[in-house]
């Protein structure tokens, strides 16, 4: 070991602490960012890229196509459409949710049989009043939508009436069946 606050060599190696620090005598390797190595570490990274996104679209059209088949990931819904309207016409007679509480009682799920919490309670009944708060804000949208179909001049499907035989014309269906004369 070298003397403390002496030069710092070993002997038959006359490199110091600071000059190997400052990287004189470093091998390059594969595993170095610095050299070769930058390449290959930028390949296996837009692989991993890559297959990170193979996966997440497989994932989304899994989901995609379960949802089409009306099935849902997730648990269960503690509050049920059922006691969420248990809930609401025992409160509209006047009851507190402290009072309703024990009579709801979980029919699935890993609870099964046991009263639901009051903490679901009281969410299940402020996702029903969002629901009712923004219903119109849903509405809003759909009839924005309906109304920008023609804007653009594509032709779009239109909706057509099926008239039955002894069903008046419009005034609109009589003048497109009226015969137009030639001069």
């Known amino acids: 070991m070298p003397p403390r606050g002496g030069p710092a060599t070993w002997p038959g190696h006359p490199l110091s602490v600071s000059d190997r620090r400052e990287g004189s005598g470093k091998r390059s390797s594969s595993s170095d ?50 006691m969420l309207h248990t ?24 609870r099964k049989g046991q009263a639901a919490s009051l903490a679901s309670i009281y969410r299940a009944l ?8 923004y219903a119109e804000a849903v509405e ?4 924005d939508f309906a109304d920008l179909q ?9 909706r057509v009436r099926i008239r039955r035989p002894d069903d008046p014309l419009t005034l609109e269906e009589a003048a497109r069946e009226r015969p137009r004369c030639r001069r």
């Open 33 to 82: 960012p610095s050299g070769p190595g930058r390449l290959l570490f930028a390949f296996f990274a837009a692989m991993a890229e890559t297959e990170r996104e193979n996966v997440r679209e497989s994932t989304l059209e899994g989901l995609d196509a379960a949802a089409r088949k009306g099935k849902h990931g997730g648990r269960p819904p503690v509050i049920t459409e059922d």
């Open 87 to 110: 809930v609401l016409r025992r409160r509209a007679n006047g009851e507190s949710v402290e009072q309703i509480q024990p009579d709801l009682i979980i029919p699935t799920g890993k």
């Open 126 to 133: 402020a996702e029903h009043e969002k629901k009712e708060a």
């Open 140 to 143: 809003a949208p759909h009839a």
């Open 150 to 158: 023609d804007v653009d001049g594509i032709p779009r499907p239109r």
